[in-house]
């Protein structure tokens, strides 16, 4: 890093990777109920993987290190008048908790939120400090 944190960067990157968490989620959200012809070819949701950027004892934020895949398999389905089906007549279905994804959408959105009132307060702080010195 260049210089110390300020409370400027803290919040800005605190944004970066909610940003990051929200479209993780959306494309989550977006693949919910596609299908494929194969268990490999099956949508998996994603999640971030936050690790934490120290500048000094008690300054930190928050990078995305990466995006984990999920682990879970898809739900195999048995449609063989479905066009992607398999030569037995399967289809596999996205592994995407609609419910839970909404969930983390909602929590995300908060959390960003938190960050922009950080970032407006701290502007508001700075331009009054300013004004005293008038």
Excluded: C
């Excluded at 989620?25 to 971030?48: D, I, Q, W, Y």
């Excluded at 398999?73 to 089906?85: E, G, I, S």
């Amino acid at each position: 890093m260049a210089g110390p944190m300020s409370v400027f960067d803290i919040a800005g990157r605190a944004m970066s990777a909610q940003l990051v968490r929200l479209n993780t989620t959306a494309s989550n959200l977006a693949n919910a109920g596609a299908v494929s012809g194969s268990e490999a070819g099956a949508f998996r949701s994603m999640k971030p993987v936050f690790m934490p950027v120290t500048d000094a004892p008690g300054v930190a934020t928050v990078k995305v290190s990466r995006i984990d895949t999920s682990q879970v398999a898809p739900t195999k389905r048995h449609d063989p008048a479905h066009p992607l089906a398999d030569k037995d007549g399967n289809v596999w279905e996205a592994s995407v908790d609609s419910a839970a994804e909404m969930v983390e959408m909602v929590e995300t959105a908060r959390q960003y939120q938190n960050n922009v009132q950080v970032l407006q307060t701290a502007k508001s702080l700075t331009l009054d400090t300013l004004r005293l010195g008038k």
